[in-house]
């Protein structure tokens, strides 16, 4: 999974989000979407395809994907130092974080 983000973080073709407002504070909060109210983002999809398998597969055999609904997301989240970010608890379900020195 790290090693995927790494590789979309320098793909010429990824597309991040810097996400500002009064949920971010302190710092810098930018997201990679691998999908997003439940579409698929084709070119983060492609450049993380073992992230997206794991992720296709949460909640398999209990109606259908998770994240396939229609508020499924999944980002991969890059935080400066100092920043606080507040999440509804909507946002916060599904919520894993992977850490890294960047």
């Given at each position: ?21 009064r ?6 909060l ?16 492609q ?16 109606g ?11 980002h ?10 507040s ?10 974080a992977?850490?890294?020195?960047c």
């Amino acid at each position: 999974m790290l090693a995927e983000f790494e590789r979309l973080r320098q793909h010429s073709a990824a597309t991040p989000q810097e996400i500002v407002g009064r949920s971010v504070t302190g710092g810098e909060l930018i997201l990679y979407s691998l999908i997003e109210k439940g579409t698929w983002d084709e070119i983060h999809s492609q450049i993380c395809p073992r992230t997206c398998h794991v992720l296709r597969g949460l909640g398999q055999g209990h109606g259908g994907s998770v994240c396939e609904s229609q508020l499924g997301s999944a980002h991969f989240a890059v935080l400066s130092p100092g920043v606080t970010v507040s999440f509804t608890l909507l946002h916060a379900r599904w919520m894993d974080a992977v850490h890294c020195s960047c």
